[in-house]
């Protein structure tokens, strides 16, 4: 497990986990001000790598709100992850000219390899596929992003080889 992935460590309050520090540095800094919660629940999934039960009741009791409010935050937006990321992250272009040039059947050929639809991770967490509208460089469709590295110009066949080359790195390490 890497340092930005797992749910809290400790009790909250309890020492031993830094990433529960660097939280509660953030909500000392704003106050503590219920306003403040979106922007707490991005820095909170920056620093554990996405929103477990523990880190969500542990935002609501700092900024005085009922649980249910920040859950329904929290599952309102997609930008907010309730599950761990896998080792890797592929996130594959669906845009207009991506689509057009062929992003779906990346897509497909990555969810049947991988026995997952964009939104999932793989059971032994070693993937998660996503999808977004746009990454604002068309000029380079269709387009995939694997571990925060883009690639341009993919197909089906080339997505598939970079996923499967760095799923094969870190089995060789």
Do not use: W
């Amino acid at each position: 497990m890497n340092a930005s992935q797992g749910s809290i460590a400790t009790r909250p309050g309890e020492p031993g986990d830094e990433r529960l520090a660097l939280v509660n540095r953030y909500l000392r800094r704003v106050g503590y001000e219920q306003d403040q919660l979106i922007q707490t629940l991005h820095v909170a999934q920056e620093v554990f790598g996405y929103l477990s039960e523990d880190v969500l009741r542990h935002v609501a009791e700092a900024l005085r709100l009922p649980e249910s409010r920040v859950f329904g935050v929290a599952t309102f937006y997609h930008l907010f992850n309730l599950d761990p990321p896998g080792d890797h992250s592929c996130t594959v272009c669906t845009g207009t000219a991506c689509f057009v040039k062929g992003a779906e059947a990346i897509v497909t050929a990555l969810s049947e390899e991988f026995g997952i639809v964009p939104g999932q991770t793989t059971p032994g967490r070693s993937l998660t596929l996503g999808t977004t509208r746009c990454l604002g460089s068309c000029g380079l469709a269709p387009m995939v992003v694997l571990d925060g590295e883009v690639h341009s110009h993919q197909d089906a066949a080339s997505a598939l080889a970079a996923v499967r080359a760095a799923l094969a790195a870190v089995e060789q390490v």
